[in-house]
């Protein structure tokens, strides 16, 4: 009997990072702004602080012996969400330049860099 393969998931091109301003534009939280927690690049999914929070029951244990329910952020599609231009607190793109020979991120609106440089 012939094994069937499991398509694996296309790789999803994100350009955010953990710490961005993000606004989400489509969805139930739609219009809610938060930063980012954690990016899931091959799933090409995001967590934003105080947004899509769920509840998740939790199992009695040693340290919780009462057991309960915890509220934490899911995961968002990152198309789902549109980064805020640090300047002007707009929302826009995210588009890539070089500087010194290093690609940095920029913001399409106003140009203003989003990666910090360290200045050595």
Same mark, same amino acid.
């Given at each position: 009997m012939p094994t069937r393969r499991l398509k694996q998931p296309e790789p999803v %091109?994100? #350009?955010?990072?953990?710490?961005? %301003?993000? %606004?989400?534009? /489509?969805?139930?939280?739609r219009g809610r702004e938060g930063?980012?927690?954690? !990016?899931? #690049?091959? *799933?090409? #999914?995001? @967590? !934003?602080r105080d947004v899509? @929070?769920? +509840?998740?029951?939790? %199992?009695?244990t040693q340290d919780n012996p009462q057991g309960g329910f915890a509220k934490l952020e899911g995961t968002i599609h990152a198309s789902n969400v549109q980064l805020l231009d640090?300047? +002007?607190?707009?929302? /826009?793109?995210?588009?890539m330049a070089y500087e010194n020979g290093k690609k940095v991120r920029i913001s399409?609106? /106003?140009?203003?860099?989003?990666? *910090? *440089?360290?200045?050595?």
């Open positions: %091109r994100i #350009r955010f990072k953990k710490g961005d %301003r993000v %606004r989400v534009i /489509s969805g139930r939280d930063e980012i927690i954690e !990016v899931f #690049r091959d *799933q090409g #999914r995001v @967590v !934003v899509n @929070v769920v +509840t998740k029951a939790e %199992r009695p640090p300047e +002007t607190g707009q929302l /826009s793109r995210i588009g399409i609106k /106003s140009g203003a860099k989003l990666d *910090q *440089q360290e200045e050595e």
